[in-house]
T-cell receptor
Framework: GQQLNQSPQSMFIQEGEDVSMNCTSSSIFNTWLWYKQEPGEGPVLLIALYKAGELTSNGRLTAQFGITRKDSFLNISASIPSDVGIYFCVLRRFRDDKIIFGKGTRLHILP | NAGVTQTPKFRILKIGQSMTLQCTQDMNHNYMYWYRQDPGMGLKLIYYSVGAGITDKGEVPNGYNVSRSTTEDFPLRLELAAPSQTSVYFC?????????????FGEGSWLTVV
C-alpha cells in the first residue's frame, strides 16, 4: 500500500533556530499540502505545492515539491514560540483524489 | 464566509448512546470528509463524499454512518457509542480537482465515550 513517511516525529529546538522537516512517499502524487495544527484546533493550511520542483514561501515558511514528485520539505526560519504545534504533510492524488496524511511532526520550542 | 462549521465542539456520551456530529460548509465544495484524530496520532479518514447523494467508506468506517442529502451538509452518526470512539473528529471539504484543491478543516469535535 501507499507509504508516506514524515520525519522527524518530534523536534525540540531553541527559539530563533531554523527548522526543517520532510515527507517522502512511495508513489507519485500531484499535490503536496503542509498543514499546521495547534492544540485544540483543526489543521490549517500553510502551503500548497502543485508542480514538481515548485518552491513556495509563506513568511518564514518555505516548502518545496521534490523533482521526483515523491518528496517535499518544509523549512521554518528563525522559529518563534507561536510556531509550536503539529505539522502535517498531506498528499492528494489527482487521478482518484486519494488523500493521505503524514503522522505529523511535533514542534516544541524551548525558551 | 464561515468555511467549515461543525457542532458540537465537545460531547460526552455513555456507552451505547447515539449521536450525530453536524458539519456544514458554505464554500460550495463538492467533496466532504470526516476524519478522526486519536491522541498523538495523525488523521484517519472515516467517510467521505464526492457530492450530494454519494458517500464512500474511508480507512476506519466501522461504527459510523454518514449521509449527504445536500452539498452543504455532511453529518456523521454514531449509532452505538463505544469507548474506542473517544477521539477528536474533524470535518473537511474541498473542490474535487485541479489547482486550488486544498482541503479546509473545521475546528474539531471532542467526543468522549464513558
Amino acid at each position: 500500500g501507499q507509504q508516506l513517511n514524515q520525519s522527524p516525529q518530534s523536534m525540540f529546538i531553541q527559539e530563533g533556530e531554523d527548522v526543517s522537516m520532510n515527507c517522502t512517499s512511495s508513489s507519485i502524487f500531484n499535490t503536496w499540502l503542509w498543514y499546521k495544527q495547534e492544540p485544540g484546533e483543526g489543521p490549517v493550511l500553510l502551503i500548497a505545492l502543485y508542480k514538481a520542483g515548485e518552491l513556495t514561501s509563506n513568511g518564514r515558511l518555505t516548502a518545496q515539491f521534490g523533482i521526483t514528485r515523491k518528496d517535499s520539505f518544509l523549512n521554518i526560519s528563525a522559529s518563534i514560540p507561536s510556531d509550536v504545534g503539529i505539522y502535517f504533510c498531506v498528499l492528494r492524488r489527482f487521478r482518484d483524489d486519494k488523500i493521505i496524511f503524514g503522522k505529523g511532526t511535533r514542534l516544541h520550542i524551548l525558551p | 464566509n464561515a468555511g467549515v462549521t461543525q457542532t458540537p465542539k465537545f460531547r460526552i456520551l455513555k456507552i451505547g448512546q447515539s449521536m450525530t456530529l453536524q458539519c456544514t460548509q458554505d464554500m460550495n465544495h463538492n467533496y466532504m470528509y470526516w476524519y478522526r484524530q486519536d491522541p498523538g496520532m495523525g488523521l484517519k479518514l472515516i467517510y467521505y463524499s464526492v457530492g450530494a447523494g454519494i458517500t464512500d467508506k474511508g480507512e476506519v468506517p466501522n461504527g459510523y454512518n454518514v449521509s449527504r442529502s445536500t452539498t452543504e451538509d455532511f453529518p456523521l452518526r454514531l449509532e452505538l457509542a463505544a469507548p474506542s470512539q473517544t477521539s477528536v473528529y474533524f470535518c473537511a471539504s474541498s473542490y474535487s480537482e485541479g489547482l486550488g484543491n486544498t482541503i479546509y478543516f473545521g475546528e474539531g469535535s471532542w467526543l468522549t465515550v464513558v
